[in-house]
């Protein structure tokens, strides 16, 4: 298995911009989780689904991100308009219904 | 409010010697802790866990003790070697938080030097 795919694995965009990030999980893990990694506030959870439905949004900073999953195998995460404090590392994990979570390589996010 | 706090941003320690990484988290109703390790560019990976009802578990050179009273855990690595040079994060989950949730909280992290 590749595990958790991420794409793009480097953005760069200008404020204002709209961000989509993508996310493929690992067949047959029926959870799926968006993060952000900041230095001031760590590893912080935005969303996750299961069974391709969003259980907690609490997490998204405001209604300029947002988060689909249209099938068990695709997620995305977007932000429009982008902001310079967007500027962070987003990682997507996956999961089988334990508390294990497989993490991707992330996306370095810079918005100028 | 950190719910999870790792308190040590870093630790250095000589090859072969033990690393002790240390976790203090606030909220009584978890249950459930693991260790992420995470390189540089890369995501975290799962390294051990514990439940709540056992007070420590081991994996080979890993483990890891468990106090709820003091609402305490922490990472044992010995021997530490150079591979294990990396960024260590404590998570935590409620189990009762909801149906299955299996939702993290994350610390900081602790960044492991280990010198040759």
Known sequence: ?112 | DQQVKQNSPSLSVQEGRISILNCDYTNSMFDYFLWYKKYPAEGPTFLISISSIKDKNEDGRFTVFLNKSAKHLSLHIVPSQPGDSAVYFCAASDSYSGAGSYQLTFGKGTKLSVIP
Request: some cysteine.
């Open chain 1, 1 to 112: 298995d590749a595990g958790v795919i991420q794409s793009p694995r480097h953005e760069v965009t200008e404020m204002g911009q709209e961000v989509t990030l993508r996310c493929k999980p690992i067949s047959g893990h029926d959870y799926l989780f968006w993060y952000r990694q900041t230095m001031m506030r760590g590893l912080e959870l935005l969303i996750y689904f299961n069974n391709n439905v969003p259980i907690d949004d609490s997490g998204m900073p405001e209604d300029r991100f947002s988060a689909k999953m249209p099938n068990a195998s695709f997620s995305t995460l977007k932000i429009q308009p982008s902001e310079p404090r967007d500027s962070a590392v987003y990682f997507c994990a996956s999961g089988s219904g334990m508390w294990t979570q497989y993490f991707g390589p992330g996306t370095r996010l810079l918005v100028l």
